[in-house]
């Protein structure tokens, strides 16, 4: 759970303001808590330096959930290329082939066994510059990069 943002082990956690921190930007940019009571507590992120929480606006599985996908296409899976094909493209082949599991907050994620596209998007949907895939193995790498006309990082 440190392959990119960095989860608190259960001897690091700790209260700030009635709210149990429990996750580390990879960055230090900020820190992630959730309310100490309740069953599935709302979700708060408090920027480096600030002493405000902000909500992320979904319950903790929620995050949870979305972070998990976070952590391996950013960097948990091993093999990670850039695409090289046009949105048009991409939304095809994603509509026909993968699963949106994650948009939250400007991220989004498609998954499908071993993979994961992922790309940062604007108030209007519209992908940003940037659209990657991450995968497990070599060999899945492989196979996609052709289809996606993928610059390895």
Partial sequence: MTSFNEFALPDQLYLSEEKVVFLLENQGVCIWAFDRFGDDPIVYQQPHGDKQWYSEEVTLSEFL????????AQQGYKYIGMLGIDNKSLTDILAAEWEEVVRHNGLCIWWKPDCLVWYLYEQNNEIDDCVYLSVKTKKSYMEHKQKFNLMEL
Avoid: D, G, R
Wanted: net charge neutral; proline share 0%.
């Fill in 65 to 72: 959930n979305i972070m998990l996908y976070c952590q391996c």
